[in-house]
């Protein structure tokens, strides 16, 4: 255990490197060693950066979970003073998997974002240069 707590900063070091993984792999096609090395050269030089946004949406996520379970076991509570416990609970793990469901996709939004992120502050990409390797006409301005 101690051991693990000494390596945490490493771990965590990693995870900031490799954040991008998915998306490179999707949006690049390539496949995942290649794109564990992009993901580090994107985060390489914005590891501070990129850090702060991971550490901010994950209170975010945990601040909006918190707040939804607190409510849900509020609506727990009610529902046993009016149906059996059984199905009560039933009901809020029902609710809970569906609150879930529409919380923690937020944190793989927020990674696709940076992604792109890193890739406009590093590569200067831009919309019209994506559309163009896409394929999709460009209208004239």
């Not at 070091?13 to 564990?36: D, H, Q, R, S, T």
């Amino acid at each position: 255990m101690v051991l693990m707590l000494c390596l945490l900063p490493l771990w965590i070091w990693i995870w900031i490197g490799w954040i991008a993984v998915m998306p490179v792999m999707f949006v690049e096609n390539v496949g995942l060693i290649a794109a564990m090395g992009r993901s580090r050269r994107l985060v390489e030089g914005r590891w501070w950066r990129t850090f702060l946004i991971v550490i901010l949406m994950v209170v975010l996520i945990y601040v909006v979970s918190s707040a939804l379970g607190a409510f849900l076991y509020l609506g727990q509570t009610l529902l046993q003073i009016v149906l059996s416990s059984y199905l009560s609970l039933a009901i809020s793990e029902a609710v809970g998997v569906i609150v879930s469901s529409l919380v923690n996709p937020i944190f793989q939004i927020a990674i696709v974002l940076i992604y792109f992120d890193l890739r406009v502050r590093k590569e200067g990409l831009d919309l019209f240069q994506l559309a163009q390797q896409v394929g999709a006409p460009v209208p004239a301005a």
